[in-house]
């Protein structure tokens, strides 16, 4: 039997690492930044093409390399950050690895210039996935500049996958703004082709204001604690600021981004009654220990941290923050020196007097309503409540003549399969004037030709406003229903980019805005046909399912819009009643009529069972 392990190739290996590394455009620009970081860099430029799938190119003015260094960076595991294994228990570089580079090389095209301080001349170094070009003197400035084009072309999975230009955006300046936290005494700016972000070197609270901005800084709470095992500082968010999406949440460790859960869990343990179930705090917190007691070498992202001492470091965190907390004034005290509410005091035996009502001796609160009473011989019936002509005939009649009634083999057992419509038959379609009942504020019971129907109220309400809403996008021209008072909506700089991609959408759809200020637009009207809606709400909930999801934009390849389609979803959703909301019989028929004038009423818009019915043979099992 002939041998059949073999030495991987280089070039293949580092595809394989560039996997783990190199995940999308913005690993690329954590990497290189890192990098220029480590090189001691004062002044990092950072510029963009096409979502980075073009071009992603680092400036900086650090260091620089030699000839020989230049060349040798994009070898597998070459590194100027560490020389043997104890080394990895004091560092103080951002990399340490010697992989970024080898990685990004084998999924690109890469041209680098550098050039030492003491150097008259530097070094143009073409690369093409691992495979070196060119390498020839050429006249530059001090520091390196590097330029990764065409992420991914040799990879055409890896980059078929990759999300919209404006999910990879938001990405990149995420990641930004993350390496602008961390090194706030450095000048660092980003240019995406349509938009320009300039940080000056300030402290580490005018950095938090200058990349968020909105006076931010009047809602930051300063946390300062020092013990032998870890120092603790930074800002956390007052209560009162908490926020329901896109909180803003960073933690550092001796200079380096980092998520732990655990001590995540720590910080909101100290909000628990200050601030509601479903909103989180802001905080930005450094953490500053012993290099020897953290694992900073877990993962190539070097993102995850393990703590030698973190059940020792849980305690001090939590009492630093609560301490902040406590000395702002953002926890509710108790005055113990206030004077007592002066009380009578009984006498034994004595019982207290009953509270006095003072009502008329001729007030009946079951007298019938007179049409016209105008209620002012007397002023304690209720307000003129004219019996209403409900005109069920006019009510029902384009139900009648739409409706098609409901086929005899509905399964509504499986909620796992695809969605069947249903054919509708005339004999066992729900018939106006059937008794409505509502059974624990979240469910409505009545009869039809199939048996005993028990639907959801609000995932039918859902549904028939979806379909109200689809029908209404889907006209050239939309109404607007102006707002008194303008809602003020704020956008975080690494959602702009999608903030103005879904905005033709949204002004199709019929809301209005304007922008104010920076980060700041206003909400001038919203559509017509939306009551009840939070447009604040709304807005930001697409803006986060398209972010999540990372749809593309446009039309599907059945022609549906998914912006447009996930605008009536949310808008429907902010909408319709919730549970525990008590219906009237009249609400509760209405809602049922609809809910069966619809072509397809047993899904809602995201395929939830909408209702079950109970026939014949399921009762006839349940009395055997």
Same mark, same amino acid.
């Given at each position: 039997?002939?041998?059949?392990?073999?030495? $991987?190739?280089?070039?293949?290996?580092?595809?394989?690492?560039?996997?783990?590394?190199?995940?999308?455009?913005?690993? *690329?620009?954590?990497?290189?930044?890192?990098?220029?970081?480590?090189?001691?860099?004062?002044?990092?430029?950072?510029?963009?093409?096409?979502?980075?799938?073009? $071009?992603?190119?680092?400036?900086?003015?650090?260091?620089?390399?030699?000839?020989?260094?230049?060349?040798?960076? !994009?070898?597998?595991?070459?590194?100027?950050?560490?020389?043997?294994?104890?080394?990895?228990?004091?560092?103080?570089?951002?990399?340490?690895?010697?992989?970024?580079?080898?990685? #990004?090389?084998?999924?690109?095209?890469?041209?680098?210039?550098?050039?030492?301080?003491?150097?008259?001349?530097?070094?143009?170094?073409?690369?093409?996935?691992?495979?070196?070009?060119?390498?020839?003197?050429?006249?530059?400035?001090?520091?390196?500049?590097?330029?990764?084009?065409?992420?991914?072309?040799?990879?055409?999975?890896?980059?078929? &996958?990759?999300?919209?230009?404006?999910?990879?955006?938001?990405?990149?300046?995420?990641?930004?703004?993350?390496?602008?936290?961390?090194?706030?005494?450095?000048?660092?700016?980003?240019?995406?082709?349509?938009?320009?972000?300039?940080?000056?070197?300030?402290?580490?609270?005018?950095?938090?204001?200058?990349?968020?901005?909105?006076?931010?800084?009047?809602?930051?709470?300063?946390?300062?604690?020092?013990?032998?095992?870890?120092?603790?500082?930074? !800002?956390?968010?007052?209560?009162? !600021?908490?926020?329901?999406? %896109?909180?803003?949440?960073?933690?550092?460790?001796?200079?380096?981004?980092?998520?732990?859960?655990?001590?995540?869990?720590?910080?909101? =343990?100290? +909000?628990?009654?200050?601030?509601?179930?479903?909103?989180?705090?802001?905080?930005?917190?450094?953490?500053?220990?012993?290099?020897?007691?953290?694992?900073?070498?877990?993962?190539?992202?070097?993102?995850?941290?393990?703590?030698?001492?973190?059940?020792?470091?849980?305690?001090?965190?939590? *009492?630093?923050?609560?301490?902040?907390?406590?000395?702002?004034?953002?926890?509710?005290? #108790?005055?113990?020196?206030?004077?007592?509410?002066?009380?009578?005091?009984?006498?034994?035996?004595?019982?207290?007097?009953?509270?006095?009502?003072?009502?008329?001796?001729?007030?009946?609160?079951? %007298?019938?309503?007179?049409?016209?009473?105008?209620?002012?011989? %007397?002023?304690?019936?209720?307000?003129?409540?004219?019996?209403?002509?409900?005109?069920?005939?006019?009510?029902?009649?384009?139900?009648?003549?739409?409706?098609? =009634?409901? =086929?005899?083999?509905?399964?509504?057992?499986?909620?796992?399969?695809?969605?069947?419509?249903?054919?509708?038959?005339?004999?066992?379609?729900?018939?106006?004037?059937?008794?409505?009942?509502?059974?624990?504020?979240? +469910?409505?019971?009545?009869?039809?030709?199939?048996?005993? &129907?028990?639907?959801?109220?609000?995932?039918?309400? *859902?549904?028939?406003?979806?379909?109200?809403?689809?029908?209404?996008?889907?006209?050239?021209?939309?109404?607007?229903?102006?707002?008194?008072?303008?809602?003020?909506?704020?956008?975080?700089?690494?959602?702009?980019?999608?903030?103005?991609?879904?905005?033709?959408? $949204?002004?199709?759809?019929?809301?209005?805005?304007?922008?104010?200020?920076?980060?700041?637009?206003?909400?001038?009207?919203?559509?017509?046909?939306?009551?009840?809606?939070?447009?604040?709400?709304?807005?930001?909930?697409?803006?986060?399912?398209?972010?999540?999801?990372?749809?593309? +934009?446009?039309?599907?390849?059945?022609?549906?819009?998914?912006?447009?389609?996930?605008?009536?979803?949310?808008?429907?959703?902010?909408?319709?009643?919730?549970? =525990?909301?008590?219906?009237?019989?009249?609400?509760?028929?209405?809602?049922?009529?609809?809910? !069966?004038?619809?072509?397809?009423?047993l899904y809602s818009p995201n395929g939830n069972k909408i209702f079950y019915v109970f026939n014949d043979s399921n009762l006839n099992s349940v009395f055997k």
């Amino acid at each position: 039997m002939s041998d059949i392990i073999r030495l $991987l190739p280089d070039s293949v290996a580092n595809q394989i690492a560039a996997g783990e590394v190199i995940q999308r455009p913005s690993s *690329v620009i954590k990497e290189l930044v890192e990098n220029s970081v480590d090189a001691g860099a004062t002044d990092i430029k950072i510029f963009i093409k096409d979502a980075g799938r073009t $071009l992603i190119q680092v400036v900086d003015n650090g260091n620089g390399m030699s000839e020989t260094d230049a060349r040798m960076a !994009f070898e597998r595991h070459a590194t100027s950050k560490i020389k043997d294994a104890d080394d990895l228990f004091a560092l103080h570089t951002m990399g340490f690895r010697g992989e970024a580079l080898p990685s #990004i090389c084998a999924i690109s095209q890469v041209e680098l210039l550098t050039k030492t301080k003491d150097q008259s001349l530097g070094t143009r170094l073409k690369l093409n996935a691992t495979k070196v070009e060119s390498q020839e003197p050429v006249a530059c400035e001090s520091g390196t500049s590097l330029m990764v084009k065409n992420l991914f072309f040799n990879v055409p999975a890896r980059r078929k &996958f990759l999300k919209s230009d404006n999910v990879e955006l938001t990405n990149i300046m995420r990641e930004f703004e993350r390496l602008a936290l961390v090194n706030n005494n450095i000048r660092i700016s980003i240019d995406t082709g349509n938009r320009i972000l300039d940080l000056r070197r300030a402290s580490f609270k005018q950095r938090i204001t200058d990349i968020w901005k909105n006076s931010l800084d009047l809602h930051l709470i300063p946390v300062d604690v020092e013990t032998s095992l870890v120092k603790i500082s930074g !800002f956390i968010s007052r209560p009162e !600021f908490a926020r329901r999406r %896109n909180p803003l949440q960073f933690l550092i460790v001796n200079g380096r981004n980092m998520r732990h859960p655990y001590f995540h869990k720590a910080i909101v =343990g100290c +909000y628990d009654s200050l601030i509601a179930i479903d909103t989180q705090p802001c905080y930005f917190l450094k953490f500053e220990v012993d290099p020897k007691t953290i694992d900073v070498n877990i993962h190539p992202t070097k993102n995850e941290i393990k703590f030698e001492f973190e059940q020792e470091i849980w305690p001090i965190l939590q *009492v630093a923050v609560k301490a902040a907390l406590g000395k702002s004034g953002a926890v509710p005290s #108790i005055d113990f020196n206030l004077e007592p509410i002066p009380v009578q005091p009984l006498k034994k035996g004595e019982i207290p007097p009953a509270p006095s009502l003072d009502i008329p001796k001729d007030y009946n609160p079951f %007298n019938n309503f007179e049409e016209g009473n105008n209620n002012k011989e %007397n002023p304690y019936k209720y307000p003129d409540k004219t019996p209403r002509n409900r005109n069920w005939d006019s009510l029902y009649s384009d139900f009648i003549k739409d409706a098609h =009634g409901f =086929g005899r083999n509905l399964d509504v057992q499986n909620q796992s399969e695809k969605p069947v419509i249903p054919e509708f038959k005339q004999e066992t379609m729900i018939t106006p004037g059937k008794i409505c009942l509502q059974y624990a504020e979240k +469910y409505i019971i009545t009869t039809g030709g199939e048996g005993i &129907f028990i639907i959801d109220q609000r995932r039918a309400h *859902v549904k028939i406003l979806y379909s109200e809403f689809i029908s209404h996008l889907d006209k050239t021209e939309q109404v607007s229903q102006g707002l008194m008072f303008p809602d003020t909506i704020e956008i975080e700089p690494s959602l702009h980019s999608s903030f103005e991609e879904i905005m033709p959408d $949204l002004l199709h759809a019929g809301f209005q805005i304007e922008y104010e200020e920076e980060n700041r637009w206003k909400i001038t009207a919203v559509p017509s046909i939306a009551k009840n809606i939070d447009p604040v709400d709304i807005i930001k909930r697409l803006l986060d399912a398209v972010n999540d999801n990372g749809a593309n +934009y446009g039309k599907d390849s059945i022609g549906t819009n998914y912006l447009i389609n996930k605008l009536a979803l949310i808008m429907a959703r902010s909408s319709a009643v919730n549970y =525990g909301q008590k219906l009237s019989e009249e609400e509760m028929e209405e809602l049922v009529v609809k809910l !069966f004038s619809l072509a397809d009423p047993l899904y809602s818009p995201n395929g939830n069972k909408i209702f079950y019915v109970f026939n014949d043979s399921n009762l006839n099992s349940v009395f055997k």
